[in-house]
């Protein structure tokens, strides 16, 4: 009996130690090697201090700020764990709502976080400002959706609106290798250099 489990039990060990070890080791040096910005998390350092991820968003809800799309992200009640409550940008609790285009919950939201736009710029609303991404994470907004927002954050600054549009125009992306995905703005990036304005 031990001459035919002895065969398996070594099998085990060494596509362990092959697919377990050696193949995620190798994957991880290459990764570093080839793609190192990427391997250690796309992050964006300001002053030698990691701030932020070219793929994860942040919560802006000030007015000098661009905002990015609405998080769909939630966490637990601190008060009755039983319960969720929403927490913008949860990078550990990556999900998407699941509400479909019925559910009056999502309707309920869209129209409330189109009302609040609508006070700030009466053109279209763009709609990446009222729906969440599959990720609830995305941290990229349509150059229209930077556009909309142009006029409330160059008044919370009080600088000229063009020049705000200007920076806007600077900060889109086009599309990877020219065909794939669409043109975006990175929402971290925009408000940094937004800051750096003189």
Same mark, same amino acid.
Request: proline fraction near 9%; glycine fraction near 8%.
């Given at each position: 009996m031990?001459?035919?489990?002895? %065969?398996?039990?070594?099998?085990?060990?060494?596509?362990?130690?092959?697919?377990?070890l050696?193949?995620? *080791?190798?994957?991880?040096?290459?990764?570093?090697?080839v793609?190192?910005?990427q391997?250690?998390?796309s992050?964006? &350092?300001?002053?030698g201090?990691?701030?932020g991820?070219?793929?994860?968003?942040?919560?802006? $809800?000030?007015d000098?700020?661009?905002?990015?799309?609405?998080s769909a992200?939630?966490?637990?009640?601190?008060?009755? %764990?039983?319960?969720?409550?929403?927490? %913008?940008?949860?990078?550990?609790?990556?999900?998407?709502?699941?509400?479909?285009?019925?559910?009056?919950?999502?309707?309920?939201?869209?129209k409330?976080?189109?009302a609040?736009?609508?006070?700030?710029?009466n053109?279209?609303i763009?709609?990446?400002?009222?729906?969440?991404s599959?990720?609830?994470?995305?941290?990229d907004?349509?150059? $229209?959706?930077?556009?909309?927002?142009?006029?409330?954050?160059?008044? $919370?600054?009080?600088? %000229?609106?063009?020049?705000?549009?200007?920076?806007?125009?600077?900060?889109?992306?086009?599309?990877?290798?020219?065909?794939?995905?669409?043109?975006?703005?990175? &929402?971290?990036?925009?408000? *940094?250099?937004?800051?750096?304005?003189?």
């Open positions: 031990l001459k035919q489990i002895r %065969p398996a039990i070594v099998m085990i060990v060494v596509m362990t130690a092959i697919t377990g050696a193949y995620p *080791l190798a994957m991880t040096g290459i990764a570093e090697a793609f190192p910005d391997a250690y998390g992050l964006i &350092v300001k002053d201090k990691a701030i991820s070219h793929l994860i968003g942040q919560n802006f $809800a000030d000098k700020y661009f905002h990015g799309r609405p992200t939630s966490g637990p009640d601190p008060k009755d %764990p039983t319960k969720t409550v929403p927490v %913008p940008y949860a990078a550990d609790n990556s999900a998407a709502t699941n509400y479909g285009p019925t559910n009056q919950a999502l309707i309920d939201r869209v409330e976080d189109a609040k736009l609508k006070t700030e710029n053109a279209p763009p709609v990446d400002l009222v729906t969440a599959g990720s609830g994470l995305d941290p907004i349509t150059p $229209a959706g930077a556009f909309f927002q142009v006029p409330r954050v160059a008044k $919370a600054r009080n600088l %000229p609106e063009e020049k705000v549009r200007q920076l806007v125009t600077d900060r889109i992306e086009g599309r990877y290798l020219g065909i794939i995905g669409e043109p975006h703005v990175n &929402v971290l990036e925009l408000n *940094l250099a937004l800051d750096a304005l003189k």
